[in-house]
């Protein structure tokens, strides 16, 4: 066994709330992606920030890796534990430590998920907008700079954050801001550790902003003849006056999927999904605004909904695509990447990115929060297949180089994690990496904190 | 003479835009605060990133200071040469580099000013809407971490920018983030050097985030018999759904001076002072609705404008209200401080510290951008009044106690800059500085970047 002493430290330490249990280390050794496991020495489930700051002190001082978990959903490998090492795992840090309902913030541990925190949330008329679409760790969302697809309104993680606790590499507990709306008091350490993909140090508090619940919602869904339409309808819509809470592109692949595995009737074309939030009833002008510009880039078809069983019927499809799209091949492994560009160059990215996939011979299909430039692939791939997979990762490599070229960044959202780190290279060049490097350096001198991830 | 080697190396560089000259070491000595000034021992002019690289290569050689200089409208001190060293004036850097109709950035040097990148969007439709009131650089902004009246509808400049190239303390000149809307690829070094006030590198170039210009705009000026029920008023009408621009508070004192200075006749009261922008003609509607609110908190009178010469008139006030506190005593020399609250407890911070200015044997006053929590106070004093200096002194110590009990922040928007480095490791506390420190050390070892500010 690696790491023993490592291990005896903090068995003494967490007692049962150590395990070594084959199917436990199995459980984390991976995430969403396809990038291949690699199993943990230990599994540790900590209960407080004290105790975080003991684990890590006992890691660094034995040189042991050690990886924090929240519900394992990355998509670029961050939470593999790619030279085996202890895994945090932090779902019984899950309290909810204060709100603030004046302030509108709320202070959670990094355990806490945003289904559970918008749960808590449900009859105190706030909600907590940011991040995925799945049931996330608030934590893991930070450490990501994780995004989703209501940032076209409420914009990402980062922008709805207001402070963080994080055990830095020498076991000390800091805050990296005070609860307040804005502060420029010394440097951000909050937006530092925001996206460090637990590379600097472990989150293990957030203090998140919450919105508004919005009083009015609408929902629409409009089909266009081609994907060319489809987008420069959709940057049109995005820079009128609609309070769009969400606009997102599939193309006719996830349609198709969606359409088998729902038993819905969307015509099998590109497709917008808009959603409004609006604090005022004023739908209807809302509805005629889409209708005006939609029709001028030859929708074929809009459906609308403002009751609730309407929208959920019309959302079903949207929240389902990742299912509908695996259930095509309950045996291929799901590759997804994402790509942003400045919105000027996303009908150009998604063009040749779409050219790109019919080609290939497997499934494959995009889609997009258009609204900030962001879209995504998601394949169907038999690894077996050498041939196949070789393609799969030419256009992958493709797709960041004409992200690049095109001033954009190889991850909008999913992070570098253990897959992208060769384009984060390409993206920021010798200079930059070496500047994030001094920092990792500083903080994390003997590389204990998720080693191998972003560099 | 000090730093010959370097001055000399510089010369030949730069020629004659490297300068000696004491009136123009002087007009560089010194910000718009209250600490004593300092003299640089040469004025540079550079004009491109490369001879930024260059001098900072050459400064970083020699081991001498180097402290970037946009407009010289800091608050705190941050372009004091403490150590002397050189100043490296960016208004040469006053290029407006590109701009993006679609994508809603534009990409400047860091010596183009608020008011020119604003006049020069004027007939696009489009503005950059965030810092202060002064005409200060961008760069300069970015720096400090600045926000201004407008953040409580487009955030402060952290919020508005897409990223930054910098010229780093080895002399490399790195690109901080590409010109996207959202990206999780690696550290954010965007938001790191954003706020570091040019101790971690020169911020050289800056993208920023513009906002389409409102079709519609209005001003209300509300006066009040208490700045508790001011307080009261604002914080619910910041939680309506006015559109909100500007929410400015003003206690009596200000108020009376700029009776005197600019011959209006506001009621000598506490006021608000509200900006609304709109994309659709609904004005009437909330004038109802604030008229509604501020009717609740005994308002003693409420004035309107929507025509653009009525609304300048009223506005006139605001902007001038440093001038009118100045002319009050045009010897005396102003203090202004500024620290931010979660804005339930705005009030009592604001009851609190009202009660100790009027206590003051010297002018003292009260304004804040109370839709976010931040209020500044501005007193005029005479240094030579060493008892009076030492109650300014206390009143400022004790106005940032009240702020870290209350979870807040000993500035908002001003910055540490030389000022406020022993609050800073109040609000950090060692672990906390320990992290800016090891940061600091990474990515500028030799400490030539403004040495002696924020730590």
């Known amino acids: 066994m690696r790491h023993t002493a490592t291990i005896q430290a903090l068995q003494k330490l967490l007692q049962d709330r150590l395990t ?16 291949p496991s690699h199993l943990p020495d230990a599994v540790c489930y900590p209960i407080s ?79 907590f907008a940011a991040g995925p679409g799945i049931d996330a760790s608030i934590g893991g969302m930070m450490a990501t700079g994780a995004s989703g697809a209501n940032a076209v309104m409420y914009g990402t993680v980062k922008d709805n954050v207001r402070g963080l606790k994080v055990v830095t590499a020498d076991g000390k507990i800091i ?28 989150i293990t508090e957030v203090t998140v902003v919450l919105h508004p619940l ?27 006056d609609l309070p769009l809470a969400m606009l997102e592109l599939m193309d006719e692949a996830i349609i198709n999927a969606i359409n088998q595995y729902a038993q819905t009737d969307y015509p099998v074309q590109p497709t917008l999904f808009l959603e ?45 695509a990742i299912y509908a799209v695996k259930a095509l091949d309950p045996e291929a492994v799901v590759w997804a990447t994402d790509v942003t560009v400045p919105i000027s160059r996303l009908a150009e990215i998604i063009l040749k990115t779409k050219k790109a996939l019919v080609e290939l011979p497997l499934f494959g299909s995009l889609f997009g929060h258009v609204g900030d430039g962001n879209f995504h692939t998601i394949l169907l791939c038999n690894f077996e297949d050498a041939q196949a997979m070789k393609r799969v990762k030419d256009l992958n490599h ?30 920021f060049g010798e200079s930059g990496i070496e500047i994030m490097n001094k920092i990792k350096k500083a903080l994390d001198p003997n590389g204990i904190m998720n080693p191998k991830k972003i560099f």
Not at 60 to 89: D, F
Not at 177 to 186: D, F, P
Not at 400 to 427: D, N, P, R, S
């Open 398 to 427: 493709q797709m960041v180089l004409w992200a690049l070229e095109m001033e954009g960044t190889c991850t909008g959202e999913h992070g570098i994690g253990y897959g992208k780190k060769e384009y984060l290279q390409m993206e």
């Open 214 to 240: 919005p009083k009015f919602v609408a929902i629409a869904v409009v089909s266009f003849t081609s994907i060319e339409e489809a987008i420069e309808a959709a940057i049109q819509l995005n820079q009128s």
């Open 49 to 127: 920030n004290q105790e975080i700051a003991a684990i890590v002190a006992i890691c660094n001082a034995n040189q042991t890796p050690l990886i924090p978990y929240g519900t394992g959903t990355s998509l670029e490998g961050h939470i593999l534990p790619v030279l085996g090492g202890i895994t945090l795992n932090l779902s019984k840090m899950n309290h909810i430590l204060g709100f603030n309902e004046i302030d509108r913030d709320c202070t959670v541990q990094a355990g806490v998920t945003k289904f559970q925190l918008n749960k808590f949330l449900q009859d105190k008329g706030l909600f």
């Open 175 to 202: 805050s990296t801001r005070k609860r307040v709306q804005k502060s420029s008091a010394g440097y951000d350490l909050t937006q530092l550790f925001v996206g460090s993909e637990g590379t600097l140090g472990i």
């Open 20 to 35: 070594t249990q084959p199917e436990i280390l199995t459980a984390h050794s991976k995430d969403l992606s396809w990038h």
């Open 276 to 320: 409004l939030h609006s604090q005022k009833e004023n739908l209807q002008v809302f509805y005629e605004t889409i209708q005006r510009i939609v029709q001028q880039h030859q929708s074929t078809q809009m459906r609308w909904a403002t009751e609730t069983a309407a929208k959920e019927e019309l959302f079903k499809a949207r929240y389902d």
